[in-house]
């Protein structure tokens, strides 16, 4: 049973890690002039620089020998080190420009994508509840593209890649800074060769804007390891369905910023979508919840009820005369 003191320090660090998700768009223009190829190359190297340093801090260099003995793992992480590149790259384009409301839209949908996946792929079962916000999804993403007057491609572009990426890392089970060390690790010799083959094309941009420009893009190492640690100190402080709850404020600042920072526009047909999609997750969350009520419960019963058969039954007084008969 986690103290309150640490359930509470588990709240702050999924706070911050999805704070830091939701403000990325503030982060992704200063790197202009570099396109959003040449940021993410730079930051696929950076982060496994920061990753580097950390792992050396923390001395975690065991699971490297472990993990190199099995094929099949590896293969999964190099799926998932393309699939988190395709989405990294997707959303930095996305955010410079000009479509923050829509990447947003992704990350809303992405639950709903999760769930679709788990029953094509996986076959789940779903309850209603379950059937009916996927359905309140599927009808969202055909208003948005009436609205859009074409699929909203990036957000399904970021939903399915980032759902993708879960499935994947399901199967892969290792630690959040683990894995992002062993995905930037296959990312890395790619990534470089782009760089070197841009400044070899005269077509590089860091160093050549200046210090503070060269010093962001470096950066993006930070940005990208700091909110995986605060996420990984929070997952193992909190409930799972409190880090459910908490993964809806990342795109909710995302869409907060595109509208109210970016002045991006939605007319009356994107409200409808957004209404929809958010319908579908009320649903979805109250579901989870609930479920996750009635599975606690039922635990409790059952070890009660385990409890209560495993009792010894104290024996029976010996029946002995009465010393003081009529007392």
């Given at each position: 049973?986690?103290?309150?003191?640490?359930?509470?320090?588990?709240?702050?660090?999924?706070?911050?890690?999805?704070?830091?998700?939701?403000?990325?768009?503030?982060?992704?223009?200063?790197?202009?002039?570099?396109?959003?190829?040449?940021?993410?190359?730079?930051?696929?190297?950076?982060?496994?620089?920061?990753?580097?340093?950390?792992l050396l801090a923390l001395k975690q260099w065991g699971w490297i020998r472990e993990l190199v003995r099995q094929p099949r793992?590896?293969?999964?992480i190099s799926v998932a080190a393309a699939v988190i590149s395709v989405n990294w790259g997707g959303y930095i384009w996305a955010?410079?420009?000009?479509?923050?409301?829509?990447?947003?839209?992704?990350?809303?949908?992405?639950?709903?994508?999760?769930?679709?996946?788990?029953?094509?792929?996986?076959?789940?079962?779903?309850?209603?509840?379950?059937?009916?916000?996927?359905?309140?999804?599927?009808?969202?993403?055909?208003?948005?593209?009436?609205?859009?007057?074409?699929?909203?491609?990036?957000?399904?572009?970021?939903?399915?890649?980032?759902?993708?990426?879960?499935?994947?890392?399901?199967?892969?089970?290792?630690?959040?800074?683990?894995?992002?060390?062993?995905?930037?690790?296959?990312?890395?010799?790619?990534?470089?060769?782009?760089?070197?083959?841009?400044?070899?094309?005269?077509?590089?941009?860091?160093?050549?804007?200046?210090?503070?420009?060269?010093?962001?893009?470096?950066?993006?190492?930070?940005?990208?390891?700091?909110?995986?640690?605060?996420?990984?100190?929070?997952?193992?402080?909190?409930?799972?369905?409190?880090?459910?709850?908490?993964?809806?404020?990342?795109?909710?600042?995302?869409?907060?910023?595109?509208?109210?920072?970016?002045?991006?526009?939605?007319?009356?047909?994107?409200?409808?979508?957004?209404?929809?999609?958010?319908?579908?997750?009320?649903?979805?969350?109250?579901?989870?919840?609930?479920?996750?009520?009635?599975?606690?419960?039922?635990?409790?019963?059952?070890?009660?009820?385990?409890?209560?058969?495993?009792?010894?039954?104290?024996?029976?007084?010996?029946?002995?005369?009465?010393?003081?008969?009529?007392?």
């Amino acid at each position: 049973m986690k103290s309150h003191s640490e359930q509470r320090a588990g709240l702050l660090y999924g706070i911050g890690a999805y704070g830091m998700w939701g403000l990325v768009p503030l982060f992704w223009p200063l790197l202009k002039p570099s396109a959003a190829m040449e940021i993410l190359a730079h930051r696929m190297v950076w982060s496994l620089a920061v990753v580097a340093v950390a792992l050396l801090a923390l001395k975690q260099w065991g699971w490297i020998r472990e993990l190199v003995r099995q094929p099949r793992k590896l293969g999964l992480i190099s799926v998932a080190a393309a699939v988190i590149s395709v989405n990294w790259g997707g959303y930095i384009w996305a955010v410079n420009a000009g479509h923050v409301v829509e990447a947003s839209l992704g990350y809303f949908i992405n639950p709903l994508v999760t769930i679709a996946m788990g029953v094509l792929l996986l076959k789940e079962r779903l309850r209603r509840a379950q059937w009916a916000a996927v359905g309140i999804g599927f009808a969202a993403v055909l208003v948005l593209a009436i609205g859009y007057g074409r699929p909203p491609w990036i957000s399904l572009m970021l939903a399915f890649s980032f759902a993708t990426y879960g499935l994947v890392k399901k199967k892969v089970n290792i630690g959040g800074l683990e894995s992002l060390a062993a995905e930037t690790a296959i990312q890395f010799l790619p990534a470089l060769a782009f760089l070197l083959w841009l400044g070899a094309t005269d077509s590089l941009t860091f160093g050549f804007h200046g210090t503070g420009h060269a010093a962001l893009l470096a950066a993006t190492g930070v940005v990208t390891a700091a909110p995986l640690v605060c996420f990984g100190a929070a997952a193992i402080r909190v409930p799972l369905s409190t880090l459910g709850l908490l993964q809806y404020l990342a795109p909710i600042f995302q869409f907060l910023l595109g509208i109210l920072y970016f002045h991006e526009a939605m007319p009356a047909e994107r409200w409808a979508g957004f209404a929809l999609v958010w319908l579908a997750l009320t649903i979805l969350t109250w579901d989870a919840l609930r479920t996750a009520h009635r599975n606690k419960a039922q635990a409790l019963r059952l070890a009660a009820s385990a409890a209560t058969e495993t009792t010894p039954t104290p024996p029976a007084p010996t029946p002995t005369a009465n010393p003081h008969p009529g007392a």
